[in-house]
């Protein structure tokens, strides 16, 4: 871990970036100690759960679905290009930096061994770490697979798909409401008018925000962009799971104040990735500032020495303008619930009538003291010097 440059940091770059965030270092520590103390644990249980017979089956499915998955979506634009030949990346600083994600020039050796190089990715049931889920959060966004709206949302196609394994039981997670969103090519959330973030339809817009429950392999889809970068923050995608979750089944929404919220996680996108999709038009445009992923905050929290926090990608075709299909699978602990933790802070809420700013959200979800998620009541078992030893 890169201990004091993460420290050194947080308070400046949280000071300009965002207004909103108040989480203060001592508190970002414990959290860190106690999500590579349970990230470890979860990780013991790995090699058990991918040698049972119906793990084997799921990643047998998960394979033949990514390769469909890129097959179909090659095919539904026309796309014959013959991919280059794959290619290691080791322009890294962070470990997981350094692993190749791309996964491009491998799709033309389509016999099914290979797919499983290609699309195999990772069995394991490791818990992802849970960070902050930003001051952009807003509660209540529609259920709907492609968040990509008529205006704000020129950039790179994305077709993201997340599976999420229960690291209890090993099993998918199946009816659990993931939300997505993230920045458009020129680093504006939607939904948020705020110093810092004005959207151009304020409170309003919900451009690239949605919904998806997970099926009954724990996969959610989305039809999304690649997320432009803004001021103090390197390029992420937020995701956050509800679980037993009321649904208002008249307009396709979750019912406010139901449910449990059991991870909230970003996805970090690998430097290389960044820099050919921000080469590209309407990314130029952008004029703030870079964050690259060794000096953003929580991208440090995010990678821990058991968690991979970028998404294995590939090309479409032979442009990058043709889109990615992006995947990554994220062990998470159903039972474990943030609703109350200081880490979830709902900034707007869209209803009938549009955005509403939360007048709470100051409070950053409950004090902002920084307080461990009730999953850390658990913690109490596992030995002080398991916890300090993994920083
Ligand atoms: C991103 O959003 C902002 C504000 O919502 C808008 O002004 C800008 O044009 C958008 N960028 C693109 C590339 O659409
Ligand atoms: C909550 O959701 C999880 C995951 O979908 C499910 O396994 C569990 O049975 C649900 N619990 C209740 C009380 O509905
Ligand atoms: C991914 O691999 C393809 C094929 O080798 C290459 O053309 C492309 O530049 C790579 N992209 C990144 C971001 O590494
Ligand atoms: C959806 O329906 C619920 C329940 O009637 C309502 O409270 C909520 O405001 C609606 N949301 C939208 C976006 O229409
Ligand atoms: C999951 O969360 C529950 C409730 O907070 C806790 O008792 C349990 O130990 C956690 N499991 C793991 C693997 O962290
Ligand atoms: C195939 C693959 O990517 N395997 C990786 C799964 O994750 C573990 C640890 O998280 C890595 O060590 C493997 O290389």
């Not at 090519?185 to 309003?204: E, F, K, L, R």
């Not at 992420?236 to 406010?256: D, K, P, Q």
């Amino acid at each position: 871990m890169h201990f004091s440059k993460f420290l050194a940091l947080t308070t400046a770059t949280l000071a300009y970036a965002h207004p909103g965030e108040k989480h203060d270092a001592h508190a970002v520590k414990r959290e860190i100690h106690l999500r590579d103390a349970l990230a470890a644990r979860a990780q013991q249980s790995v090699g058990v759960c991918s040698q049972t017979q119906e793990a084997k089956q799921l990643q047998q499915r998960t394979i033949n679905r990514r390769a469909n998955t890129a097959h179909e979506l090659r095919s539904k634009r026309g796309i014959t290009a013959t991919p280059y030949k794959f290619r290691r990346n080791l322009a890294a600083l962070e470990k997981w930096e350094a692993i190749n994600h791309n996964k491009t020039g491998l799709l033309e050796l389509s016999p099914s061994s290979h797919e499983a190089e290609i699309f195999g990715a990772n069995t394991s049931a490791i818990l992802t770490p849970t960070i902050t889920d930003g001051p952009y959060y807003v509660w209540g966004e529609v259920i709907r697979q492609n968040v990509i709206e008529e205006s704000y949302c020129d950039g790179i196609d994305v077709f993201l798909e997340v599976q999420y394994i229960d690291v209890n039981t090993c099993r998918p997670v199946q009816g659990a409401f993931v939300d997505i969103w993230n920045a458009n090519a020129t680093g504006v959330y939607s939904g948020i008018s705020t110093s810092g973030n004005y959207a151009a339809d304020g409170w309003d817009s919900t451009y690239l925000r949605g919904i998806q429950e997970t099926d009954s392999d724990g996969v959610v889809t989305f039809s999304t962009i690649f997320p432009g970068h803004y001021d103090g923050r390197a390029t992420h995608t937020h995701l956050l799971t509800h679980l037993n979750s009321t649904i208002n089944r008249n307009n396709g929404t979750l019912e406010v104040g139901t449910g449990s919220v059991a991870h909230i996680g970003q996805l970090f996108w690998n430097e290389v990735l960044r820099t050919a999709v921000e080469d590209t038009y309407p990314y130029t445009t952008n004029t703030q500032d870079v964050t690259s992923n060794a000096d953003d905050m929580w991208s440090v929290e995010q990678a821990s020495s058991a968690y991979d926090p970028f998404p294995e990608f590939l090309y479409l075709g032979d442009s990058i303008q043709d889109g990615l299909f992006a995947w990554i699978q994220i062990g998470i602990n159903t039972t474990a619930d943030y609703t109350d933790n200081s880490y979830y802070s709902i900034a707007a809420y869209y209803d009938e009538d549009g955005g509403h700013e939360n007048e709470d959200s100051a409070a950053m979800g409950g004090g902002g003291s920084g307080g461990a998620p009730s999953g850390s009541m658990s913690m109490s078992g596992v030995p002080s010097a398991s916890a300090s030893a993994s920083a």
